[in-house]
């Protein structure tokens, strides 16, 4: 560690808050990071002092906002190793910037073309690339992920062929923080004269990115996760690929000569950029990026990798907890997915929380990974510069008594006692012999896996069980209901509305009210679909 953890710690204010009582310790960093002073007074600067639309005012204010807006393109240019700012494309978000490129690259597929991504895809990349070869009847191949949470380079080679038009891979997993060998990834998509989109969203915060020497032909990646506000993001492109890439949104800005039947599109980048920009967030992501190069970006990775496999060997000596992804002292950015036996990442959250605690729990938008590695979702502890080794003790105290505190958790006044009492003692779990339907939790994003198997006779439940692997909340909720499904009408299933909440009389902690809610959710649905 070769910056100094404390005075980068008072660049964040946030840092100060207090979270039910406790210091905030925020291992969330994945998923966003906390952006500190010298970014956001970004924002006080532009509007106190010189906010206007960019490049279209021949006034003062005018002609400044549009030199910091350009200015801020150069510096993530210079922090991405690109050439020039034509290189880099504001966008809102990694996700955005993957639409733009494959809305833009799609124009060149056609039935037969392959798109190579990963198991371990973000839903960001997955589902856009789905609905693409939806589009153009290309056909979408996936490279596996090994047990060791590697993607299996040998089936890489054999998948990526001749026919293969786009290889997107992300440069490092948001699950695993597996860093993946993304020049073999991109020099194996150009051996076949495919195209080379990078997923950079978990690497460019965490670690040194020279995209020339990546030599990617498209690099996505969001401000919000190093450092930077939400709102802004962006895309590398070499500007050969951009120049033959058409927009993928149009309107003002992004032409240069319209008449009424046809237009011609404005230079690099601002072809890309249709409409007013965000321009005060562009501004400020560019100071984010600055922030970083200050503190080094090497420095960062560094960190990042030192309290990432501290909290590894530390979890790895606890017989209860699963860890996902390279093992200790193979090298990661910061972050760790596990866990607990016998209690699922919402209840580790929840107790957490309670000790001011931020993780995530859930699927992390990588669902079908989670469905490789058979689990229904994982808790995640990532961490930033501004992180300690002991916040990372503070996780661990939590984590050794998780399993007993659950319990109390669960009794204590902030639940109803029926929580509590169906959690211990659940009814009609496990399933019946001849369902009419089965139907299974289709909220992925929390991680929740739970089914409902239903048996009808003359319109009505019969039997009813149920299965699942969600967090205790959802479990005890489940057997709440499926007792007052029992000889129900199935339309009056299908209206159901708010019995759980009305039943636990509204006393649960509103942070898990989509736990509560959940399989009541599920179970009208069902009886929708029946009715129907
Ligand atoms: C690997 C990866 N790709 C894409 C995304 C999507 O980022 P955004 O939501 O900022 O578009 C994320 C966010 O978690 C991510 O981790």
Redesign the pocket.
């Known amino acids: 560690m070769t910056f100094d953890v404390a005075a980068v710690r008072a660049d964040f204010p946030v840092l100060d808050r207090r979270v039910n009582g406790h210091p905030l310790t925020y291992l969330d960093n994945?998923?966003t990071t906390h952006t500190p002073r010298q970014v956001y007074e970004v924002f006080e600067d532009f509007y106190a002092g010189y906010n206007a639309n960019v490049h279209r005012g021949i006034h003062e204010l005018s002609h400044e906002a549009s030199i910091a807006y350009e200015q801020a393109h150069d510096r993530v240019a210079e922090f991405l190793g690109a050439d020039s700012r034509e290189e880099i494309v504001f966008t809102?978000?990694?996700?955005?910037s993957?639409n733009l490129v494959a809305y833009g690259l799609s124009q060149h597929l056609d039935a037969g073309d392959e798109i190579v991504t990963t198991e371990m895809d973000?839903h960001?990349?997955l589902v856009t690339w789905q609905q693409i070869a939806k589009r153009t009847g290309a056909t979408v191949r996936h490279i596996p992920v090994t047990s060791d949470g590697h993607l299996d380079m040998g089936a890489a080679r054999d998948l990526v062929t001749d026919d293969t038009a786009i290889l997107c891979a992300?440069h490092?997993?948001?699950v695993l923080g597996t860093i993946n060998p993304i020049e073999d990834l991109v020099a194996l998509a150009h051996d076949h004269d495919a195209y080379a989109v990078v997923?950079g969203?978990?690497s460019a915060p965490t670690r040194p990115v020279d995209v020339g020497a990546m030599d990617a032909d498209f690099f996505?990646f969001?401000g919000?996760?190093l450092a930077g506000p939400t709102g802004i993001?962006g895309l590398y492109g070499k500007r050969a690929v951009l120049e033959d890439l058409d927009p993928f949104l149009f309107g003002g800005e992004m032409i240069r000569n319209v008449t009424l039947t046809d237009s011609t599109w404005n230079e690099l980048p601002w072809k890309f950029e249709a409409g007013t920009p965000p321009i005060a967030e562009g501004i400020a992501l560019g100071a984010a990026v600055e922030y970083l190069d200050d503190l080094g970006m090497e420095n960062v990775r560094a960190h990042e990798n030192d309290l990432a496999q501290y909290l590894l060997r530390e979890l790895a000596d606890r017989e209860f907890v699963r860890t996902y992804g390279p093992g200790i002292g193979e090298e990661r950015t910061g972050l760790v997915s596990f866990n607990v036996d016998g209690v699922h990442g919402h209840d580790l959250s929840s107790l957490l929380n309670d000790r001011g605690i931020a993780i995530r729990a859930g699927d992390?938008?990588t669902q079908p990974l989670h469905d490789r590695l058979d689990i229904p979702g994982s808790a995640r502890a990532s961490v930033y510069v501004y992180n300690t080794r002991a916040e990372i003790d503070r996780l661990l105290e939590v984590v050794d008594t998780a399993r007993d505190d659950l319990d109390d958790y669960l009794a204590s006044e902030r639940y109803h006692d029926l929580v509590s009492e169906h959690y211990h003692d659940p009814r009609n779990r496990g399933g019946v012999s001849d369902p009419t339907f089965v139907k299974s939790s289709e909220e992925t994003t929390c991680g929740d896996d739970g089914e409902f198997h239903v048996t009808i006779a003359d319109d009505r439940i019969t039997e009813v069980a149920f299965e699942s692997r969600s967090c205790a909340v959802s479990r005890a909720v489940a057997s709440l209901l499926s007792e007052h499904l029992e000889g129900m009408p199935v339309a009056e299933v299908a209206e159901l509305d708010g019995y759980v909440a009305r039943e636990l009389d509204g006393q649960y902690p509103e942070l898990r009210r989509e736990c509560v809610e959940g399989p009541e959710d599920v179970i009208r649905e069902a009886a929708r679909e029946y009715v129907e």
Do not use: F, L, M, R
Not at 92 to 96: A, G, R, S, V
């Open positions: 994945a998923a809102k978000n990694t996700t955005e993957i973000h960001a990349s992300p490092v997993s948001n997923d969203a978990q996505a969001s919000h996760k993001g992390h938008c």
